[in-house]
Structures are given as structure tokens and as C-alpha cells.
């Protein structure tokens, strides 16, 4: 579509709304679309999370695997957070454990997405996120210590014994 005539302040926003409704249509012809460097959509975080927020209504998995399979990272980790919760609200935190475990752990984005697995864990269950960061231990995600700092304040606000319980087991 030509978004030449728009005024300047309209664009973006008509650009970031028509983008989700055609992902969720037809993701794939959105994906081209938005991949064509003639449209000079790339490099835009807000128009890569409109058209994850379309294409995740559609397939989450899909989506997740063109995100891990592009070499440059997302710069918005709210394109991450789409596909995670899109992956919970598709089967719980069963389906999203099974989901990322399955997950190239090679992959370079694969620490925004534990991220983002974490936060949406966070945000429901922290018992069940501390029980996950423990069972990752040892990945370089889990290393850097900030999914931990905040697993143990949210747990902390629920349960402060025990989140010194897992702090104890966790070092």
C-alpha cells in the first residue's frame, strides 16, 4: 500500500494496525511485506511487534521459529513477550516448559525469551518460575542473575519463606 499521502502522524499508527490484521490473515504474506527492504519496515521494533502481535493470533510457533531463525536480535522485547504469552494462552505453562525446552538453546535470542518465559511466569505462578530458574541452572540465561532477582522479589512479595528457602537451594 502507498502510505505516501498520509499525513506524517497518521502513517505509523494506520501502517502498525494494518500490519496486525494482515498477519493474522495471512501471516505469510505479511512477513514478506515486511521483509521487503523496499518498504523499509525492518528496522522498525513497533511495526516487527505489530506484525508478531497478528502472526502469534495465528501461530505462535511459527512465529517463534522466524524469530530464532533471524540473525539479527529483535530489538523489542515485547515481540518476545507476544510469542510467550501466546504460547501460555495456547496451553499453560505446561505447554510453554515443553515449548522452550524444545528450543535451539544455541540460538542468540534464546535469552530474550527466557526473559520473556520468566516474566510470564512471574506474572501468575513465581513459585513455579523459581521452580523453573532451578531447573535451569547451569543455561547462561540463568547465569547473569537478572531473571533471578526478579523471580525472587515476586516471590518474595507472596511468600517471603519461601523465596529464602530458594534462595538457600540456589545460592
Known amino acids: 500500500y502507498d502510505w505516501a499521502g498520509w499525513h506524517p502522524l497518521s502513517a505509523p499508527g ?3 494496525e494494518a500490519l496486525i490484521g494482515w498477519a493474522t490473515s495471512d501471516p505469510a504474506a505479511a512477513r ?3 521483509e521487503d527492504p523496499a518498504n523499509a519496515m525492518q528496522h522498525d521494533p513497533n511495526l ?3 506484525l508478531l502481535s497478528g502472526w502469534v493470533a495465528k501461530d505462535a510457533e511459527a512465529a517463534a521459529r522466524w524469530v530464532l531463525g533471524r540473525q539479527e536480535r529483535l530489538m523489542d522485547s515485547r515481540s518476545y513477550q507476544l510469542i510467550v504469552d501466546a504460547m501460555c494462552r495456547k496451553g499453560g505453562q505446561e505447554l510453554l516448559d ?6 535451539p538453546q544455541d540460538s ?3 535469552d530474550r525469551l527466557a526473559q520473556a518465559v520468566t ?3 512471574n506474572r501468575f505462578e513465581p513459585e513455579k518460575a523459581a521452580e523453573w530458574l532451578e ?3 547451569g543455561q547462561p540465561w540463568v547465569a547473569d542473575g537478572s531473571l533471578v532477582t526478579s523471580t525472587a522479589a515476586q516471590l518474595a512479595s507472596r511468600d517471603p519463606a519461601a523465596a529464602l528457602a530458594w534462595a538457600g ?3
Open 108 to 110: 542468540p535470542q534464546i
Open 14 to 16: 494506520a501502517k502498525f
Open 169 to 171: 537451594r540456589t545460592g
Open 119 to 121: 516474566t510470564a511466569k
Open 32 to 34: 514478506a511485506y515486511f
Open 48 to 50: 516487527e511487534r505489530a
Open 98 to 103: 515443553q515449548w522452550f525446552a524444545g528450543l
Open 135 to 137: 531447573s535451569q541452572q
